[in-house]
Nanobody, 128 residues
């Protein structure tokens, strides 16, 4: 059974940083996209970032415009884990952050419907 377990959420003041981790078990996603989405109260879940294997040691990352330059996604395939480093956090970044993994290899997607596996979510709260 595939499981994605997030950690690292919490409370931080505006301008601060947090690092989210997502450990996958049950199968490897080394050649598949792993990403982060978020959902704020009263809003739909939205794309944040994704990272995909590009062959060899190359990985491609994509980001939502709202987080470009502030968030960095990375992965450690040996640990089957993806990370999201969040810097210069803003109150509007407050949300439940979800880790997701695509069951189809060699595909890059910002669409949540393309992701087959989801974590339970971790709360990030940024105070002003």
């Amino acid at each position: 059974q595939v499981q994605l377990v997030e950690s690292g959420g919490g409370w931080v003041q505006a301008g601060g940083s947090l690092r989210l981790s997502c450990a996958a078990s049950g199968r490897t996603f080394s050649r598949s996209a792993m990403g982060w989405f978020r959902q704020a109260p009263g809003k739909e879940r939205e794309f944040v970032a994704t990272i995909t294997w590009g062959g060899g040691s190359t990985y491609y990352a994509e980001y939502a415009d709202s987080v470009k330059g502030r968030f960095t996604i990375s992965r450690d395939n040996a640990k089957n884990t993806v990370y999201l480093q969040m810097n210069n956090l803003k109150p509007e970044d407050s949300a439940v952050y979800y880790c997701a993994a695509d069951g189809t290899p060699f595909r890059t997607s910002v669409t949540q419907d393309d992701y087959n596996y989801w974590g339970q979510g971790t709360q990030v709260t940024v105070s002003s």
